[in-house]
């Protein structure tokens, strides 16, 4: 779904359309499979439902897993969506580290199990 483009971008090509929510997000299996191979590092119990982040056009998204969704498919909150949609478009998926920086960046913290 997504190859090696940068030392912190995988690139993939999606189906990007608008939907009536409030976040955006991909299928719960596409994003739980994208989590685990992307971003777990295979120690312990690692959290598949983090938020993904990414770029498309020019601005960061944090994306979540729902069933709703058709694999292959981003689907982006009717706001934040271009008269130019729905379409197929190259999606740019932040790697571990920097998506980590960037929903720091927006307040997120990552579970801590204690």
Known sequence: MF???SS???LGELYVEPHDGDRAAIQRADHERVNEQLYAD???IERL????VMKLDSGHIPVDGDEGVPSGTLAVPRP?????LPSRRNVLLADAD???SLLRWEGWEPYVDV
């Open 80 to 84: 934040l969506a271009d008269d130019d």
């Open 98 to 100: 920097r998506a980590e």
């Open 49 to 52: 439902d983090a938020p993904l």
């Open 3 to 5: 190859e090696r483009f």
């Open 8 to 10: 912190g971008y995988y």
């Open 42 to 44: 295979g120690e312990g």
